[in-house]
């Protein structure tokens, strides 16, 4: 095979790759957003005392996370086609849906693995529910959980390939038109492994870096 | 599709890292000469294209595309074995030698030029719409504003830009899911090739086919950069098939009808 790589085909198009990019950054980070918030709500219902909201927890949880992500963006996009919902909201619902349930048993987990103790301290000083929760349970368990969220992150951006069945401008998407256009397959797709590659490292490092993983850990190591 | 092409590359990536260079160097872009001592000629086609390439009722390979592979083998003089290749496996199957040619449905085009070498122009498609039963739209000239849907990264995206530019185009990595997003009514039109349009319209009802040809699509055999060997095999082929009669009646029975293009024939 007299396979000679050519790589000015792929710079030809590096506007495409550029904006694919952006794209897989920008429904990756609001899909975490979206998984984040609703993992905290499902997940500190998993978490509670009261056997209804276990129950609704783990109704949603088992519910979402054994149907593949696929049919999860084709129901927002075909199923709900009536709804006109842009392509971009509907891979961003499906992502955040999905790994929503994924965040939830991470949340929960984290939850519980606070001693009871704490809340009990807690509330013995007159803390309200709310500020138990936010001032002493959720502080503590995200040190525990930083490095499950981190790595449900690095999935999260993997999966954003997805979107490109819905015609999201993603990087995946733009990867098949440039090859379609120019045929230089490995080139295109060799391209785009090592930007995945580059960005799930950053930023599933980053995570574990950020201000709050760390501050919380000093403090709690301190103690 | 997504999964699928990621897999396929990721697959892919691997084998051709591995390559000895000695195998890369010994390897004469005489194909025919290979497919003699081999046995059998390997020739990649779709499976998911009717009527080019497809599955038929007994599950067995069946079309238009094949039948031009199995008359190139017996114009080499040896059996053909079809491997299944997709929109992203293809072109690097064909470079790493694991087939020798590649007929999918494939526009010749010349940024495809300058990475495969294409035999002269099998079959001529063009492009047309499809739309709803009760659709308003006639024509290339009433989409403006209107949704169409396309396949990616295909001749038929650029056309459509250039002749409705006031059209919101949204292009699908295949024809399938351009087909869901009309059908569910996320799209008015499909624009595509002819007869894979037909293929639709026949088997759903509710849609027709609007707009007549808005461009003309040359199909070529896709082969190895430099195998001139093969290419001259192919076209000497089709020429065949096309002095033979044989061509008229392969395109009657996959496309009903009779050739709109005739194959380019060289005297001899």
Known sequence: ?223 | MNRRSMMAAAALLPALALMPRAALAQCAPDTVAQVKTRGKLLAGVKFDTPPFGFLDDNNNPAGFDLEIMRAVAAHVGVPVEFVKVTSVSRVPLLLSGNIDLVAASMTHTRDREKTIDFSMTYYTGGQSLLVGKDSPIAGVGDLAGKRVVVQQGTTLEKTIARLAPDARVTAFRDYDAAWLALAQGRADVLTGSLTILQGFAKNNGGFKIVGGLLSSEPFGVGLRKGDWAMRDAVNETLQDLWTSGAYAKLYEAWFGGAPTTPIEVWPS
């Open chain 1, 1 to 223: 095979m007299h396979y000679a790589f050519q790589w000015a085909p792929i710079w030809e198009h590096r506007d495409q790759i550029e904006q694919g990019l952006l794209v897989t950054i920008a429904l990756s980070a609001a899909a975490l957003l979206g998984a984040v918030l609703i993992g905290c709500l499902v997940g500190t219902a998993g978490a509670a005392k009261h056997k209804l909201p276990r129950a609704g927890a783990l109704l949603y949880v088992e519910s979402v996370r054994n149907v593949p992500l696929l049919l999860h963006i084709y129901f927002w996009y075909l199923g709900l086609s009536a709804l006109e919902l842009p392509a971009f909201l509907c891979a961003w619902f499906g992502l955040s849906i999905y790994s929503g349930a994924y965040a939830a048993e991470i949340v929960r987990a984290g939850v519980l693995s606070i001693a009871p103790g704490q809340a009990e301290g807690a509330a013995a000083l007159g803390l309200r529910r709310w500020q138990i929760m936010c001032l002493v349970i959720y502080p503590q368990a995200f040190r525990a959980i930083a490095p499950s969220l981190a790595s449900l992150f690095s999935q999260l951006i993997k999966d954003s390939s997805l979107a490109s069945v819905v015609a999201v401008g993603e990087l995946t998407y733009q990867a098949g038109a440039i090859e379609a256009d120019t045929f230089r397959t490995f080139e295109v797709y060799i391209t785009i492994t090592v930007l995945y590659l580059i960005l799930v490292t950053a930023v599933s490092h980053a995570l574990l870096w950020l201000p709050a993983a760390r501050a919380v850990a000093v403090r709690i190591d301190d103690a």
